[in-house]
């Protein structure tokens, strides 16, 4: 990605009369189907995701007729889990619940008339009708806000590469001066998040007694190995997250982390979740509290993967005090920590929205991965820039989804939703 030098502007700074007066900020999520006839379609635009499923480009053509098969394959069953949760996902009413009291909680810090946005990658509302919102709210800076705590290339990076893909197409309407943004790479490392997390954590912990041997298992979302030798910061976010909660947490508790949600042959971060499970029982523990690390609201991988299928597996091992930290969904803790990272966002220097630079004023780190990933603007990941890693892997991927043509083993979750 080219680096589009700007002259940056500072609200806090600026003469009052100067102000940017109509802010907006826009929450990325991952979406999911709301009911059952959403399910084949959000699957579809699941597949049909280059960072999903990356094909060579001399394969590139067979995106699209790949997922068609995919997604009318896997829907019967990813159906049959989405109804055991109630029929839907509930990550659309959560995050939009999110925002609702971001905005509350703004507008209580003075800052009028904010507006926040929800923008999903793979099902409704899109992030393009997200924009047509702050188009229409004549929104002029705008926080870009992924809600993934630990940045990876395949969840805040795939978000953002679509607002770039956009932006490239509307550059007559986004490439102005006249919509400043800054974006929010990640936040894991906040006291505020972190607390909030040890709160609910010690809550559940609270429900032993304490003299009983105590463990606790955060099980992060995995990835594939090789995006992390390809310069993923991923790993290492969750790695210092879990360190941070853990210092909040009793000395007496014994801390574990794990992986869950891998799929195909190819490697994928460890140890995994349902080894760990398996790990833990043979070692005697009895006690345990699980607490799902990557998401900030519950979704089908809290709600069935973990609620259903691991507490099945850890029982059958022996674990036989199981509980389950909630995510943080609407925690007051939380929705304060976010308008405080809004606050000192808008205290951060502002860019022009561009085609180009979406990502100019993330981290150093992210950009730095986005650019040995060359996420171009307008083209996605280049086959010159793909590591050998990457390759294999989304190779490996790309063998599994046929393979489940035949076998019908699912990726429902492969990302969430």
Not at 104 to 131: D, H, I, N
Not at 218 to 229: K, R
Not at 234 to 245: A, E, F, P, R
Request: aromatic share 8%; net charge negative.
């Amino acid at each position: 990605m080219k680096t589009v030098v700007e002259e940056p502007v500072n609200l806090k700074n600026q003469p009052a009369s100067q102000k940017i007066p109509k802010i907006g900020v826009i929450l990325l999520n991952l979406g999911g189907p709301e009911n059952q006839d959403d399910v084949e379609g959000f699957l579809y635009n699941l597949f049909a995701d280059p960072d999903i499923i990356r094909l060579p480009k001399f394969l590139s053509g067979l995106q699209k007729p790949l997922a068609t098969v995919l997604s009318k394959r896997r829907a019967p069953q990813s159906r049959e889990a989405y109804e055991s949760i109630g029929g839907g996902s509930p990550i659309v009413r959560y995050t939009k619940a999110q925002a609702s009291a971001l905005a509350s909680e703004l507008e209580q810090r003075g800052y009028e008339g904010v507006k926040c946005y929800v923008a999903m990658r793979y099902w409704y509302p899109f992030t393009e009708q997200a924009l047509d919102e702050v188009l229409a709210d004549d929104i002029n800076a705008l926080v870009v806000l992924p809600l993934y705590p630990h940045f990876s290339i395949s969840t805040s990076g795939s978000s953002l590469r679509v607002l770039q893909e956009i932006f490239a197409k509307q550059a007559n309407v986004w490439g102005t001066d006249q919509i400043l943004h800054t974006v929010v790479p990640s936040f894991y490392d906040r006291p505020g998040y972190v607390n909030s997390q040890a709160e609910l954590i010690n809550h559940e912990l609270d429900q032993y007694d304490n003299d009983l041997d105590r463990h606790v298992l955060f099980s992060a979302h995995g990835v594939p190995q090789s995006y992390i030798a390809a310069g993923d910061p991923y790993q290492n976010h969750i790695q210092q997250c879990v360190k941070l909660i853990s210092e909040a947490l009793d000395p007496s508790v014994t801390v574990h982390l794990s992986y869950q949600s891998r799929v195909g042959p190819v490697e994928w971060l460890r140890p995994y979740t349902d080894t760990m499970l398996q790990d833990l029982g043979a070692a005697g523990v009895k006690n345990l509290v699980v607490v799902p690390i990557s998401f900030v609201s519950e979704h089908i991988e809290t709600l069935e993967e973990i609620d259903m299928e691991y507490r099945e597996l850890a029982e059958s091992c022996g674990i036989c005090n199981w509980r389950r930290c909630p995510a943080l969904n609407n925690n007051a803790g939380f929705i304060t920590d976010l308008a405080s990272v809004v606050e000192e966002a808008l205290d951060e220097p502002l860019l022009s929205v561009s085609s180009a630079c979406i990502l100019n004023n993330c981290d150093m780190e992210e950009v730095a991965l986005d650019k040995r990933l060359s996420l171009e603007s307008n083209l996605g990941i280049t086959e010159n820039a793909e590591t050998l890693n990457g390759r294999v892997a989304m190779m490996g991927l790309f063998s599994t989804f046929i393979v489940e043509l035949v076998s019908g083993k699912s990726v429902l979750h492969l990302f969430g939703g």
